[in-house]
């Protein structure tokens, strides 16, 4: 009988993380101040992450030892299962081998609690009390509210406003985790004062958010702030996914020749693709192919350029050199919010860079086909971000199909879409837009780029 | 390190289904015809239900071989995990053991497509086009939804109305997997027509959705009927739950003193109980306890009488001899959707009479609050459903510590409640209102049973 999962036992977990860095001829370069451009120094970042974190951000150690309290939380829903999508490529009728892995598992329903775990462990190390962050539909918010909870910290968070009117289930469900979850922009902050003083009924955005959640974590004792994405140490924590990938593709007797991920941050797609990567770093794997599939309403890497850019709208965070439409650029209101970043981590835009990797963009319409065929074969409704991932499995193991090759693909199946559904539906009832997206808009975002000098 | 859960790879999954029929020395009694009262024979059963299903339901064989295909499907999700509840132990301060099976990873997130995957199988071996059922909140009807799609059948879905208006996304969720769902009353068959002249506003009830999916199945060439609980059939398929636990708990080197489920119709209870209660029909393990938890909305095993009584609102149905509070009783409008069943799988209720298994009823407040502790705890947020045998575990964990006994609990997490937060959001807001049901309301409706001679 054909096997359709491969699953690890608890004591299989990976014990370290995968640090890319240590591997990379060439390291993304560092981080800039936000207001001098002046290189930025460990001491520049410790009022806002706790000091781990930050040791892990500059580390070029290649493994980094995961500590047992945080493995010991993680096997609450690791190691996730691998599947192989035999019902899928029937109905694709390929050749290709697709393999998935399914983060879908955790409590909070993504890939997401992989960092928030590893991020409220050092916060607890360090004495905090809690963290502050910002979330747009709520899927990272929801992530850190489970993990502060499991580790006895507060949790604050800052959620787009017109996400917490449309959208009360994410809500509902960090209130459950015990998160204090309050509408951005909100009267607890001076950036969500002058918003609302501006206007009461604003909508919020993401970038109102972070600004309210970095002044709310720095100016409360006990408090710092946490990231759900971009910066190395989250896709360092990420890297448990390729980790077990590895060895469960070993179990099936495989090894991919196409890897792909969907990248807003691009956390989720490094957290898989990394640790094989480094198969192509070293010269063992030279033909691996690693696509970060993105949205085209925020094509970063496929219309954007290679440039310093704030990584935050409000210029308050780090500059980052990576691939940018430009910090203030507002992109589309697709339903993958997690794919609306205008920048992309650092170490992904370094190996597109450099060759070691492929990016690609798709409109709304197509990839939600592509999830309600995946949903149909193997049951599985992924959310709109995931279904980046899973149109660019279904196109390449098209080309096979076409090609007549056998190639092994393997994507990462982030998250689940049960809190999505409104875009399943708008679908169905051929209610989706596709937003055209004009070249003068990203021009008029990228000319206010900062002026570094390297 | 401890162990927090136990995973079987495929190559485990169970080969045979469990039918407690064979083990029992008193069997539940036969069906009774809905008019004539008289036996009822399989030929009766035959314009409903496929044949093989029928068979099923009389049979008195011990292992019932699942059939590769339907091994196959279910190796989807299955077999799922095993969860050994050390947070949670922790939170109650208990020396008790507490164990639970994790339903919640099935596609449809509930132990429901254990049994639609082979009901559709064996539709489709009789050639079938479509199976029609009702569903209330929507868990059945998704399960339907999602094995009748990998199966090549069509699903027609009746959904009763006031639901189908209020929770759209368990719709969506069916319309992804390709079911036609209608809301009930419908205007596509005689008996929601007939509602419809009377009230166009009707809001349904499961007993109206009930009649419309009967008709629609044996009015409509190739079409049967589905049944998601109650009867036989439907509870073997879900031994798969109890066997796999079997396996597990052997893994983790324990036995379990108590078996928890929460039992609406009683199918996900069985499929967890079953396979362990042969332990104790053969005297193996004399002094396991097994309890069948409901909600006091719905008291059939705790308040209401064990009589003949037909199964379904509408009278076409078969008459059955279980735990009832009459079938025309109207329970209370709990977030528990699924335990608003008026009576009890007739097996479960025979072990109940014999003596071999406990029931108990709790108020969804307390419920709830124990759901609640189990989320922060566990991080998996259950439906309301389950929410009752999570209640039932605690109180067993703390009868366990005041008596300082470290007993070995075990429950079924029959699924998650991502479709249910706002039973959640209304016990954080205090909101949640406890029925009391009046003595007379049961009286009334007991005194409409039929009048069976034995």
Same mark, same amino acid.
């Not at 054909?2 to 014990?15: G, I, S």
């Not at 207001?35 to 520049?44: C, F, I, Q, R, S």
């Not at 493994?63 to 109905?91: F, S």
């Given at each position: 009988?054909?096997?359709?999962?491969?699953?690890? *036992?608890?004591?299989?977990?990976?014990?370290?993380?995968?640090?890319?860095?240590?591997?990379?001829?060439? *390291?993304?370069?560092?981080?800039?101040?936000?207001?001098?451009?002046?290189?930025?120094?460990?001491?520049?970042?410790?009022?806002?992450?706790? +000091?781990?974190?930050?040791?892990?951000?500059?580390?070029?150690?290649?493994?980094?030892?995961?500590?047992?309290?945080?493995?010991?939380? !993680?096997?609450?829903?690791?190691?996730?299962?691998?599947?192989?999508?035999?019902?899928?490529?029937?109905?694709?009728?390929?050749?290709?081998?697709?393999?998935?892995?399914?983060?879908?598992?955790?409590?909070?329903?993504?890939?997401?609690?992989?960092? +928030?775990?590893?991020?409220?462990?050092?916060?607890?190390?360090?004495?905090?009390?809690?963290?502050?962050?910002?979330?747009?539909?709520?899927?990272?918010?929801?992530?850190?509210?489970?993990?502060?909870?499991?580790?006895? &910290?507060?949790?604050?968070? =800052?959620?787009?406003?017109?996400?917490?009117?449309?959208?009360?289930?994410?809500?509902?469900?960090?209130?459950?985790?015990?998160?204090?979850?309050?509408?951005?922009?909100?009267?607890?902050?001076?950036?969500?004062?002058?918003?609302?003083?501006?206007?009461?009924?604003?909508?919020?955005?993401?970038?109102?958010?972070?600004?309210?959640?970095?002044?709310?974590?720095?100016?409360?004792?006990?408090?710092?702030?946490? &990231?759900?994405?971009?910066?190395?140490?989250?896709?360092?924590?990420?890297?448990?996914?390729?980790?077990?990938?590895?060895?469960?593709?070993?179990?099936?007797?495989?090894?991919?020749?196409?890897?792909?991920?969907?990248?807003?941050?691009?956390?989720?797609?490094?957290?898989?693709?990394?640790?094989?990567?480094?198969?192509?770093?070293?010269?063992?794997?030279?033909?691996?192919?690693?696509?970060?599939?993105?949205?085209?309403?925020?094509?970063?890497?496929?219309?954007?350029?290679?440039?310093?850019?704030?990584?935050?709208?409000?210029?308050?965070?780090?500059?980052?050199?990576?691939?940018?439409?430009?910090?203030?650029?507002?992109?589309?209101?697709?339903?993958?919010?997690?794919?609306?970043?205008?920048?992309?981590?650092?170490?992904?835009?370094?190996?597109?860079?450099?060759?070691?990797?492929?990016?690609?963009?798709?409109?709304?319409?197509?990839?939600?086909?592509?999830?309600?065929? =995946?949903?149909?074969?193997?049951?599985?409704?992924?959310?709109?971000?995931?279904?980046?991932?899973?149109?660019? +499995?279904?196109?390449?193991?098209?080309?096979?199909?076409?090609?007549?090759?056998?190639?092994?693909?393997?994507?990462?199946?982030?998250?689940?879409?049960?809190?999505?559904?409104?875009?399943?539906? +708008?679908?169905?009832?051929?209610? !989706?837009?596709?937003?055209?997206?004009?070249?003068?808009?990203?021009?008029?975002? !990228?000319?206010?780029? *900062?002026?570094?000098?390297?």
């Amino acid at each position: 009988m054909k096997q359709y999962k491969y699953v690890l *036992p608890d004591n299989e977990m990976p014990t370290h993380w995968y640090n890319i860095i240590a591997d990379m001829k060439t *390291p993304p370069p560092p981080y800039r101040h936000p207001v001098t451009l002046e290189l930025l120094g460990p001491d520049d970042l410790a009022p806002v992450f706790p +000091a781990a974190l930050i040791a892990q951000e500059v580390s070029t150690e290649r493994w980094i030892e995961i500590p047992d309290e945080v493995q010991d939380v !993680l096997k609450m829903w690791r190691p996730a299962p691998l599947y192989r999508a035999h019902r899928w490529e029937k109905a694709l009728d390929t050749p290709a081998k697709i393999y998935y892995k399914w983060e879908g598992v955790s409590p909070a329903g993504s890939h997401k609690p992989n960092t +928030a775990v590893a991020q409220c462990y050092y916060g607890k190390q360090e004495g905090l009390e809690g963290f502050a962050t910002e979330t747009g539909a709520g899927q990272w918010g929801s992530a850190l509210s489970f993990a502060t909870n499991l580790f006895g &910290l507060k949790c604050k968070v =800052f959620m787009v406003a017109v996400s917490f009117q449309q959208k009360p289930y994410r809500r509902i469900m960090m209130e459950t985790w015990g998160g204090n979850v309050v509408p951005s922009p909100s009267s607890e902050t001076n950036a969500g004062r002058a918003i609302l003083a501006e206007n009461p009924e604003s909508p919020g955005s993401l970038g109102i958010a972070i600004s309210e959640a970095i002044e709310y974590a720095v100016t409360h004792p006990g408090y710092k702030y946490s &990231l759900g994405s971009v910066v190395n140490f989250v896709l360092l924590h990420q890297t448990v996914i390729g980790l077990e990938a590895l060895k469960q593709m070993e179990m099936a007797g495989d090894y991919p020749d196409i890897l792909i991920g969907c990248a807003g941050g691009g956390s989720n797609a490094a957290g898989l693709i990394f640790p094989f990567m480094r198969d192509k770093l070293t010269g063992a794997r030279p033909d691996l192919r690693a696509i970060f599939v993105e949205s085209t309403a925020c094509p970063s890497m496929t219309r954007g350029i290679y440039a310093y850019d704030w990584g935050d709208t409000a210029k308050t965070g780090p500059v980052a050199k990576m691939h940018t439409v430009g910090h203030d650029f507002i992109p589309a209101p697709v339903h993958a919010g997690g794919l609306r970043y205008h920048g992309m981590a650092p170490s992904i835009c370094a190996l597109l860079q450099q060759g070691y990797a492929e990016a690609r963009a798709y409109h709304q319409v197509e990839v939600l086909e592509a999830a309600q065929s =995946f949903a149909q074969a193997e049951g599985f409704i992924v959310a709109p971000e995931t279904a980046h991932a899973v149109k660019a +499995a279904m196109d390449e193991a098209l080309v096979c199909k076409a090609a007549g090759e056998s190639k092994v693909i393997l994507f990462n199946a982030s998250g689940h879409g049960h809190f999505d559904l409104g875009a399943y539906d +708008a679908y169905h009832r051929q209610a !989706l837009t596709d937003y055209k997206l004009e070249e003068e808009q990203i021009q008029r975002a !990228l000319a206010k780029l *900062p002026k570094v000098a390297e």
